[in-house]
Antibody, heavy 118, light 106 residues
Framework: EVQLVESGGDLVQPGGSLRLSCAASGFSVADYYMNWVRQAPGGGLEWVSILYSGGDIFYADSVNGRFTISRDTSKNTLSLQMNNLKADDTAVYFC????????????WGRGTLVSVSS | SYVLTQPPSVSVAPGQTARLTCGGD??????VHWYQQKPGQAPVLVIN???DRPSGIPERFSGSNSGNTATLTISRVEAGDEADYYC?????????FGTGTKVTVL
């Protein structure tokens, strides 16, 4: 059974940094498209970043240059390093296993809350 | 960037049919995916590539896509279908979500 468990969400000041982690089980993060999607309080869904099984990485324009996605195959985890955080980054961040062709979001974690406020 | 437009809300009586639309420029040429999100929960994929239902999704959920509109149809609506529904497409190397539709079961 596929399971994704996020951790690392916290309250952080504007300009600060935070690292999110996602522990995966039931599959290998190295073999699938892995994503982060976020949802602001009361808002809709926004794609953040993807890490292809082959290693290619892409980011949404809103986080490009500030966020870094990575994986640790020995621990079977996905991470998101977030720097220079802004109030607009406040959201629940979901870790997601992508579909086989990388076009959709097949399995979701429960999410972790990041709050950016002074 | 590509934009997907959904009506903010749809209300439907139990047992009736709900039709949720997702509008986009020539969306019929793209694969559309639909997600259901109940309050306090993570989204769940309910329709894949326009019309395919993932394992465990009831047959009451169906999808279509043509021209500038994709549609998620929920037949014989139940109280448990009350949720937010989002459409999604791949746009080059980016992923776009619709604005979401809140389905209220009367």
């Amino acid at each position: 059974e596929v399971q994704l468990v996020e951790s690392g969400g916290d309250l952080v000041q504007p300009g600060g940094s935070l690292r999110l982690s996602c522990a995966a089980s039931g599959f290998s993060v190295a073999d699938y498209y892995m994503n982060w999607v976020r949802q602001a309080p009361g808002g809709g869904l926004e794609w953040v970043s993807i890490l292809y099984s082959g290693g290619d990485i892409f980011y949404a324009d809103s986080v490009n240059g500030r966020f870094t996605i990575s994986r640790d195959t020995s621990k079977n985890t996905l991470s998101l390093q977030m720097n220079n955080l802004k109030a607009d980054d406040t959201a629940v961040y979901f870790c997601i296993k992508g579909g086989i062709r990388g076009t959709n979001f097949e399995s979701w974690g429960r999410g972790t809350l990041v709050s950016v406020s002074s | 960037s590509y934009v997907l437009t959904q009506p903010p809300s749809v209300s439907v009586a139990p047992g009736q049919t709900a039709r949720l639309t997702c509008g986009g420029d020539n969306i019929g040429g793209r694969g559309v995916h639909w997600y259901q999100q109940k309050p306090g929960q993570a989204p769940v994929l309910v329709i894949n590539d326009d019309r395919d239902r993932p394992s465990g999704i009831p047959e009451r959920f169906s999808g279509s896509n043509s021209g500038n509109t994709a549609t998620l149809t929920i037949s014989r609506v139940e109280a448990g279908d009350e949720a937010d529904y989002y459409c999604q497409v791949l746009d080059d190397t980016s992923y776009v979500f619709g604005t979401g539709t809140k389905v209220t079961v009367l």
